[in-house]
């Protein structure tokens, strides 16, 4: 089973709602990765966890909380977003390389999840 | 800041010709990735290529990195109608996670 799962696929909301995005994969992969990306625009970079353990944040503002319970699931926690916040979050996960470390690994990205913020 | 920039932006060829990509990118790195994306939908992975290589086939793809210029490109050939997509290159670096930089991408449209 190489297929990293998102759910939901389209989500509206309201600046004072609270939502979440749920990722799930179950390649074994240890590394897990919530991407932002606007229309006509390359896929940015938000958080990667390692091993369950938040290894990289791309100073995203804290209305955008991650999270991951275990290692197949990922979620995004959102609260209080703004309508530029509306934008395509994909996740992605990776195995770690053969020595342990995060050398040369694809990344399994899933189909997104399509935000909009009213 | 990104670390890859691609050119051209955009592309439209003929089904049958080949299509080329080129990337730039600004410091070290580990490796470098192409992946495809269609229609604002989740990445597809084609292929990784490692600091320490030069070029690599897959398929109707060939990929050369250059490290010395800091460049890549992404050769189609036999291009078919299915290849329409956007195709980012996507520089990765070990920095305690393995971090993963996208440069902005070339839209590819290959007509029937």
């Known amino acids: 089973d190489t297929e990293v799962t998102q759910t939901p696929k389209h989500l509206v909301m309201g600046m004072t709602n609270k939502k979440s995005l749920k990722c799930e994969q179950h390649?074994?992969?240890?590394?897990m990765y919530w991407y932002k990306q606007k229309a006509k625009k390359p896929p940015e970079l938000m958080f990667v966890?390692?091993?369950?353990?938040?290894?990289i944040n791309e100073s995203v503002p804290s209305r955008f909380s991650p999270e991951c319970p275990n290692s197949s699931l990922l979620n995004l926690h959102l609260h209080a977003l703004q309508p530029e916040d509306s934008a395509l979050y994909l996740c992605a996960s990776s195995a770690p390389g053969l020595a342990g470390g995060w050398n040369q690994e694809t990344q399994y990205f899933g189909p997104g999840t399509r935000l909009l913020v009213l | 800041s990104q670390q890859g920039e691609e050119d051209p932006q955009a592309l439209s060829i003929q089904e049958g010709e080949n299509a080329t990509m080129n990337c730039s990118y600004k410091?070290?790195?580990?490796?470098l990735q192409w992946y495809r994306q269609n229609s604002g939908r989740g990445l597809v992975h084609l292929i990784l290529i490692r600091s320490n290589e030069r070029e690599k086939h897959s398929g109707r793809l060939r990929v050369t990195l250059d490290t010395s210029k800091k460049s890549s490109s992404l050769l189609i050939t036999a291009s078919r109608a299915a290849d329409t997509a956007s195709y980012f290159c996507a520089t990765g670096k070990n920095t305690g996670g393995f971090k993963t930089i996208f440069g902005a991408g070339t839209r590819l449209f290959v007509k029937a």
């Open positions: 410091t070290s790195i580990n490796n």
């Open positions: 390649m074994g992969h240890r590394a």
């Open positions: 966890y390692s091993y369950e353990k938040l290894s």
